[in-house]
């Protein structure tokens, strides 16, 4: 029955994403930090897009090919010929058969000129002696249009990025947050560095070493005889229940922060034993519990190991 529900809910959510997204609002209402969004969705993204060119992409991508790829872009159409031309597009793409939808981004005023202000930016529509909030007010005249007509308005005036990547990923991606970020598990030996790239680490030198038995000494945490020494040692599996504990704390809490990718890594002296194997443990347990893992072993390559 709960197999069920999910393959239903996994159907309804693949029908609701376009194969489409066209971003355009407000400049600076966030539309770069948006189309960084469905890139991390593993959206085909191009930027400032000319509305013209959205069929002739779509196409060139593949995405009526029936890959199941999807194309982000955004697009500036503060002009009423740029907004005529887009219109004629979205209505092209419909014949085709290839579903779209127009995401706009709105700001306040008030919002927008702090932005500009703090950035020191100039408007992109301010004429030589224009004022910024005047520059604004005509940009939201020409914008009344798309905004009318659009599927989805986000106002970013008060939306944190994390927020607003959440906002689209749920409407946008055919995964949940938890699937959409890309977790890598990964074993090293403190002896050949510390790792710099990784958000989270556990040191795992406080476990019985194999490396000390001359008939593990040569073997790695791959193979069953240190696999099975390592975890099946009652000091690994109280261990292991407050790390999987850690986890299903931590993990969830990265998911909310939005946080795309996660790097986990798990030392031990050489790399070679103990770490190898609390690093698959760990890689096992994450993808059980529905996320998106890659494992690997950053040091095993330097190590004393036998060959058959």
């Known amino acids: 029955m709960e197999q069920a529900g999910q393959q239903m809910r996994a159907a309804e959510s693949a029908a609701r994403v376009p194969d489409v997204v066209v971003i355009t609002g407000m400049s600076g209402s966030g539309r770069t930090q948006a189309l960084h969004v469905f890139e991390d969705m593993g959206y085909f993204c191009i930027d400032n897009l000319p509305p013209r060119l959205l069929l002739q992409l779509a196409e060139l991508v593949g995405i009526n090919t029936g890959v199941g790829r999807h194309l982000a872009v955004t697009c500036d159409l ?6 005529d031309e887009f219109s004629d597009s979205v209505t092209q793409l419909r014949e085709h058969e290839i579903s779209v939808k127009v995401v706009f981004l709105d700001t306040s005023d008030e919002i927008l000129i702090r932005r500009y202000d703090e950035n020191r930016r100039r408007h992109p529509l301010a004429a030589p002696g224009e004022s910024v909030a005047s520059a604004i007010a005509r940009e939201r005249s020409q914008l009344e249009g798309v905004r009318d007509t659009a599927d989805l308005v986000i106002d970013t005036s008060h939306l944190r990025t994390k927020d607003l990547r959440s906002r689209l990923r749920r ?10 970020m890309e977790v890598s598990v990964f074993s090293f030996g403190f002896k050949h560095g510390m790792p710099v790239e990784a958000d989270l680490m556990i040191d795992v030198r406080f476990l019985p070493n194999p490396f000390y038995d001359p008939e593990m000494r040569t073997l790695t945490g791959n193979d069953p005889l240190v696999r099975d020494f390592v975890l099946g040692n ?10 999987y504990r850690l986890l299903d704390v931590a993990m969830p809490g990265y998911v909310a922060e939005g946080k795309s990718h ?7 002296t050489g790399g ?12 096992a347990y994450l993808e059980r519990g529905g996320y998106h893992v890659s494992l690997s072993h950053r040091d095993l390559a330097l190590a004393n190991v036998r060959t058959s």
Do not use: K
Request: charged residues 15%.
């Open 262 to 268: 996660l790097s986990i890594a798990v030392g031990c």
């Open 234 to 243: 009652p000091t690994t599996e109280q261990f292991l229940d407050a790390w």
């Open 171 to 180: 409407a946008f991606s055919e995964l949940t947050d938890q699937q959409l």
């Open 272 to 283: 070679q034993h103990r770490s190898v194997a609390i690093a698959a443990a760990t890689a």
């Open 78 to 83: 503060r002009s009423q010929g740029l907004f």
